[in-house]
């Protein structure tokens, strides 16, 4: 029981984080329903139908819908396709610190010493999370019956309950998953492998809903058996049967990292290439690009910038494939296609792929912003920031580089995105205008920015509290764009998202306010960073 | 006359509740090697913060070679050395990137003085940090606080971790850049560390400097717990013991002697010579046994206190 306590304590801020996340998406779900949706059962239907023509093409990614004219189905498909998708980063990141992470910092090491096996050990680990999982899937159940109860309907507790197992399942699933994959590499490439091993994972399943030829495959995708229930829709049902496939997947990939666990050293990886040690060094590395500001900055994150720009483009590519794939079903419905047309002036691929490229593009480079800032927070609470200030540089000096290399890194995989959706439109025969290809991709690094000057004053005042404020900061600024408009909330307050002020520069061109307010954040914000940094204790 | 090394004037930096650092007026002369001891929690790094412009006092000032160690932190941070108490983590960088990375931004590192340090430590720098034990990780903050040739080294605990060879290595490394010209300020909780390698040594409690001793006065602190067991059949000279000159505290049991010793060993090892002595153990009693000692019989009560 002591080591689930600590387990638990150690994984507080995730329980408390994502608690609220869970309760915030589904209740702003469930009120924007009654928000649009009317109020009379003809009403709710006409909604539910034109929604559903939307929603299927979204497929690509999320589960199908099923009755979108009721709250139930309507948040299962908005919230609950979405909260998969955020659970599952929760278990990555909170595996791969169990895993890696903790013992990195030598606290594996303690625990083990008091006598505790290693499968005790993993199997609180695996049980602390499982519980602030189902707290934190209650607390999204909790958010739907508000907003039931806020809209005037009751919503029955069974189904909330079984919608909170579900996530559950799902949550431990990919928990244990990435436990197994963490401990077959070094630490350093554990939550990469991990990441990319369920993004893979989650592709599978999705993917296998457009391409027929992964459909035999997708029952490998945990993925899979989640979307098999859908407990809040009427007409759905809850799959107790995938429900216990997840937990078995759990149970068995958390006994097979158990295993590997037991079998390698720690510290190290189950699976290791022999390297010869050659005779030692004495010299310092003689690398012009360790001395250059910035460059050494750029030069220290190489593998992190490549994985980044590659991936990122390989998705970009991906999106425009699925362009056609998506809109073209949607005009085959006549009135649909005269809608497109008149709405979007004829350019509806180019159209379609700004809506759901670039704004998926924002989400991946906000996600970049935020590594970086998690970097600088590490830098200090980890010792780094005090020996760097050891050195004749000033604190401004190091705010300024720190915000150079995020631009820099940003416009990289911005550019490499860029080139490849452009090459990729040309391949699929999707006009787009190259200038504001370049223009809307070069409009990710301000956004980015915007993250990064928030990040690096928090950082600078708050280090430890800096990456939960600003994961809320991102989640409620989409909820804002998403929800803003439903909500009829007024234009300053959706301005304060930077998915708002991004606009949609592939259609409309940059928005020339928008960039003027997101670069005014970002000087206002790193320029506050540098003051607040200036007056600041480091290493106290 | 040339400005002090450092010069400190009130310094403090109150954390409440009656910790951190309290009025702390210290002066360290060029080219000396000055030994800051004090038990764990007792303001040596909350200091050597302050001197780094790492934290901001609460009141007073400190000056490095007459700089404001705050207002003027980047030209101080020219002529000083670091080494932190805990070196802090740098993942997978090898031991040669965090030298050239930390040696890029301060510029003025020295390969050669990178190769001399690294040889002779024994530290490969072509390992990574995570691969490196606590003791490599200590020498790898030798390595980046002496690469520059400093005219100040600021030294946070640097022994801790090491092996009694690389121990010395390192006295005989700081006598060096002393001879070389370099003042070396170095904190420890260890009398007999600083008493190898320090010309003088200030001594801090509870956040007041309680002490500012130079050798002399390091070897009159400094004491040891004795445990001498006698054979059965040999008679315990224990008159003789009582009355040596520096022995105190002793206490008979059986053929069992325990004392304290303070100076010499000579009077007590005198008394001894008629006596079949089976086993000796001396220890170096705790820094704060030290204090409790050394006040309880040659310092004003008030000097101790907080």
Excluded at chain 1, 35 to 43: K, S, V
Excluded at chain 1, 184 to 190: E, M, N, S
Excluded at chain 2, 274 to 300: C, M, Q, R, W
């Amino acid at each position: 029981m002591t080591a689930i306590r600590l387990a638990l304590r150690l994984g507080r801020w995730g329980l408390i984080g994502f608690a609220g996340v869970g309760f915030f998406a589904t209740f702003v779900n469930a009120a924007g329903f009654y928000a649009i949706a009317g109020h009379t059962q003809a009403e709710r239907q006409a909604f539910g139908r034109s929604f559903a023509q939307v929603a299927s093409q979204l497929t690509v990614l999320l589960p199908p819908p099923s009755r979108l004219d009721t709250m139930g189905g309507y948040v299962q498909f908005r919230g609950y396709g979405s909260l998969a998708i955020v659970f599952a980063i929760w278990a990555l990141a909170s595996a791969s610190g169990a895993a890696r992470g903790d013992e990195e910092r030598g606290l594996v090491e303690m625990i083990l010493a008091t006598g505790l096996s290693r499968a005790r050990a993993i199997a609180a680990r695996i049980a602390a999370f499982a519980f602030a999982a189902f707290v934190a899937a209650l607390a999204a159940s909790l958010g739907v019956i508000v907003g039931a109860i806020a809209g005037g309907e009751a919503f029955p507790i069974d189904r909330a309950i079984e919608a909170a197992v579900l996530v559950t399942a799902l949550a431990l699933s990919c928990y244990s998953l990435v436990l197994l994959v963490a401990q077959l590499v070094a630490p350093r490439a554990a939550t990469g492998l991990a990441g990319a091993v369920l993004l893979g994972l989650f592709l599978l399943n999705s993917l296998s809903r457009t391409f027929d030829s992964l459909t035999t495959l997708r029952w490998l995708s945990p993925f899979r058996y989640y979307e098999l229930s859908q407990p809040l829709s009427p007409d759905g049902s809850f799959d107790v049967q995938a429900t216990l496939v997840l937990f078995g997947i759990a149970v068995g990939a958390g006994a097979l990292a158990t295993l590997a666990f037991v079998r390698r050293d720690l510290g190290s990886a189950l699976i290791s290439l022999r390297t010869s040690a050659g005779p030692p060094t004495y010299e310092p590395s003689r690398a012009l690009v360790w001395r250059m500001p910035v460059v050494r900055g750029l030069y220290d994150r190489r593998i992190s910038l490549t994985v980044w720009s590659v991936g990122v483009a390989v998705v970009a590519a991906l999106f425009v494939v699925l362009t056609k794939t998506m809109v073209q079903p949607l005009l085959a419905i006549p009135g649909l296609a005269q809608y497109f047309a008149v709405l979007m002036h004829g350019a509806i691929f180019p159209s379609f792929l700004s809506f759901i490229w670039f704004g998926f593009a924002q989400l991946l480079l906000a996600g970049f912003a935020i590594t970086q800032v998690a970097r600088w927070s590490a830098e200090d609470t980890d010792g780094r920031l005090e020996l760097i200030l050891s050195n004749p540089v000033s604190r401004t000096q190091v705010v300024i580089e720190r915000a150079v290399v995020l631009g820099l890194g940003a416009l990289l995989i911005a550019a490499v995105s860029g080139v490849a959706v452009g090459i990729e439109a040309q391949n699929e025969s999707i006009p787009l205008d190259a200038g504001r290809l370049a223009e809307a991709s070069l409009l990710l690094v301000p956004f980015a920015l915007v993250f990064a000057a928030l990040g690096a004053l928090l950082a600078a005042r708050l280090p430890r509290a800096t990456i939960g404020i600003l994961g809320v900061y991102a989640f409620a600024s989409y909820l804002m764009v998403q929800f803003g408009p439903i909500f009829k909330l007024p234009d300053w307050i959706q301005n304060l998202s930077p998915f708002k002020l991004f606009g949609q520069p592939l259609i409309d061109g940059i928005d020339r306010t928008g960039l003027l307010i997101m670069l005014a954040i970002v000087i206002v914000g790193f320029a506050a960073s540098a003051i607040v940094m200036q007056r600041r204790d480091v290493g106290a | 006359m040339p400005a002090a090394a450092i010069r400190t004037s009130k310094l403090s930096k109150d954390y409440g509740l009656g910790r951190g650092l309290f009025d702390l007026d210290l002066e360290v002369l060029p080219q000396e090697v000055f030994g800051y001891l004090g038990p764990n929690g007792a303001g040596k790094s909350t200091t050597i913060r302050c001197l780094m412009g790492l934290i901001r006092p609460t009141l007073g000032s400190a000056h490095i070679f007459g700089l404001d160690c705050f207002r003027d932190s980047v030209a101080v941070k020219r002529k000083v050395g670091y080494m932190p108490g805990d070196m802090p983590q740098w993942g997978s960088m090898r031991g040669k990137e965090v030298v050239a990375y930390l040696g890029g931004m301060r510029g003025g590192a020295d390969p050669k003085i990178v190769r001399n340090v690294a040889e002779r430590f024994d530290l490969d720098l072509g390992r990574r940090f995570r691969e490196y034990s606590s003791g490599n990780k200590k020498k790898l903050g030798i390595v980046l606080a002496f690469m520059h040739r400093p005219d100040l080294l600021v030294l946070d605990e640097p022994t801790g971790g090491l092996d009694p060879l690389n121990q010395q290595e390192f006295y005989k490394l700081v006598g060096e850049t002393r001879d070389a010209g370099a003042t070396i300020f170095l904190s420890s909780h260890i009398l007999s560390e600083v008493e190898h390698t320090c010309d003088r040594v200030g001594i801090i409690r509870s956040g007041r400097l309680v002490k500012v001793a130079d050798l002399d006065e390091i070897h009159r602190i400094r004491l040891h717990r004795l445990e001498l067991e006698f054979s059965p059949d040999s008679e315990v000279p224990e008159a003789a013991i009582r009355s040596a000159a520096g022995v105190e505290d002793v206490v008979v049991s059986d053929h069992t002697v325990t004392c304290i010793v303070r100076g010499a060993f000579d009077p007590l090892l005198k008394t001894l010579s008629g006596s079949t002595v089976t086993n000796l153990v001396s220890h170096e009693p705790s820094l704060e046994e030290i204090f409790l000692t050394y006040y309880k019989h040659d310092a004003p009560s008030e000097a101790i206190g907080p």
